[in-house]
């Protein structure tokens, strides 16, 4: 190993520029000048292509393998990014939005208790039984409508969601892990026990810090008592959950999490 690694060349950091340029110049496009992605999109390809020719040396053959996977992976991300947006519209259609806004606005005059609940427990428990983005398709417009700003909209189902993600979908991330690592029963309950375990914390973090993303240290000294009892509930309930069927656990933890944020309202 060591004398594999003696004859590799000197790392030159002018190639860690040139491969992360096209990405920053696609940054620098669509938030400083506000381009588009169908402006700012063909340009950092164009760009991607030109430093893999003259920094990389890349042939012919390179650009086209590398630009069809690319076109692959876009495909599966809009697979993913369709139906969320298609459960959006439907609700939208039918209504549902504004009624779930209703019923959410009702529960408490608190601002911050409600965006601990619409922000963080309702879509963890959407990402428990759907995930692929429907958590943050559906509860960041119903922030929006409830009042709050559109960047508080956007950044804390985003933030919220995420400690649900391995146990969500059903346990979909959780049984793909364990299949590709191969691993016997045994192993299968020590992961998932140490991943409870890890995500339990996380999960009580999320929620300390969706209240600083609010107000600051004021919205985390109003929200952390409710933070902390819905944290150390959705975590423990996601450790005992487990023990017993981790495909539901990131589900049953939301459930539970949606009937404590209902009985801290009253």
């Known amino acids: 190993m060591n004398e594999a690694l003696a004859v590799l060349p000197p790392i030159n950091p002018l190639y860690w520029i040139a491969a992360i340029s ?13 381009w588009g992605a169908r ?14 020719v003259f920094a990389f040396g890349a042939d012919e053959t390179v650009i086209s393998v590398a630009s069809a996977k690319g076109m692959w ?5 809009s697979y993913i ?3 969320a ?3 959006y519209q439907l609700m939208k259609k039918v209504g549902a939005l504004e009624e779930i806004q209703d019923k959410f606005r009702s529960l408490s005059e608190s601002r911050i208790l409600q965006l601990l609940v ?18 943050v398709a559906v509860t960041a ?9 559109p960047l508080i909209a956007a950044a804390t189902p985003l933030v919220g969601h995420a400690w649900a993600v391995t146990f969500g979908s059903l346990g979909s991330s959780y049984h793909a892990a364990r299949l590709v690592t191969e691993l016997t029963p045994a192993e299968s309950a020590g992961f998932a026990n140490w991943a409870a375990l890890l995500l339990s914390i996380t999960c009580l973090l999320t929620g300390f810090v969706i209240a600083y993303m609010y107000k600051g240290f004021n919205g985390l000294k109003k929200g952390f008592p409710a933070a902390l009892i819905l944290g150390v509930t959705m975590g423990g309930v996601l450790n005992l959950t487990v023990r017993l069927e981790p495909s539901v656990a990131s589900f049953v933890s939301g459930i539970v999490g949606l009937g404590v944020g209902y009985l801290l309202t009253k």
């Open 22 to 34: 096209p990405i920053i110049v696609l940054f620098v496009l669509m938030l400083y000048f506000r």
């Open 39 to 52: 402006r700012a999109g063909p340009v950092s390809w164009i760009i991607a292509v030109l430093v893999g």
């Open 73 to 77: 992976v876009a495909l599966w991300v």
């Open 118 to 135: 619409v922000g963080w427990v309702f879509p963890s428990f959407l990402q428990g039984v759907t995930g692929f983005g429907t958590p």
């Open 81 to 83: 990014i369709w139906p």
């Open 85 to 87: 947006l298609l459960i």
């Open 141 to 149: 417009p119903l922030l929006l409508g409830m009042g709050f700003s």
